[in-house]
């Protein structure tokens, strides 16, 4: 199936580019947080444990609970210090915050201002014209593909990305064309709102 798009980029375009963009920051971003909170979490689980441990072994000591229960005492609390302990010490640094997002996200100013001329076949490759070249492409060179309720959002490894206005399709639908992708990826076109 061959699929034809021909439209200029309109201000509107431009818009929702860059309302995706930021929206992608902010979830690289907070993923981050993430991962620090979790981390900070089980340092101090760390702490609490060792300390948890020797408060145990403390009234082990301070007060005689017969042989028994005094000896399963204390094993519980060495476990408790020597388990603490290991989460506390073992846990690597965190990683410094990243300054800038994964390859695949590219910042607004990286969206085209030339029509989009594109091409695209059912053979394994696709071409592509910008203002100076035509590009022919491999699926396999596509990192990401996003669709919002107007465009569809192609990410490659080595090129800017390319922006499809859903409204400049020929010889094909929307959702077709989505159809397609997904059947050449064999994963999902990823849906922004």
């Known amino acids: 199936m061959v699929f034809l798009v021909r439209e200029t980029l309109t201000e509107e375009d431009r818009a929702a580019w860059r309302r ?20 900070l979490a089980m340092k101090l689980l760390g702490v609490f ?4 441990g020797g408060v145990i072994l403390y009234w082990t ?9 005094g000896v399963l005492q204390a094993i519980v609390a060495l476990y408790a210090i020597g388990g603490g302990g290991w989460l506390f010490l073992t846990l690597p640094r965190p990683p410094k915050r990243p300054d800038k997002l994964p390859e695949r996200d590219f910042p607004p100013s990286g969206m085209p201002d030339t029509p989009v001329r594109a091409a695209f076949f059912g053979d394994g ?12 492409l491999g699926y396999s060179s596509i990192t990401a593909a996003w669709e919002d309720e107007g465009r569809f959002y192609l990410f490659f490894q080595d090129h800017p990305p390319l922006v499809l206005p859903k409204r400049g399709f020929a010889g094909g639908t929307a959702e077709d064309f989505r159809d397609f992708l997904e059947g050449e990826f064999e994963w999902l076109v990823e849906r922004i709102k």
């Open 61 to 69: 000591g301070a007060e005689d609970p017969g042989l028994f229960v």
């Open 49 to 52: 444990l060792t300390g948890y």
């Open 125 to 136: 490759c696709f071409v592509f014209w910008d203002a100076s070249e035509r590009v022919r």
């Open 20 to 39: 995706i963009a930021a929206r992608r920051e902010k979830l690289f971003r907070s993923g981050y947080g993430l991962f620090l909170g979790l981390w």
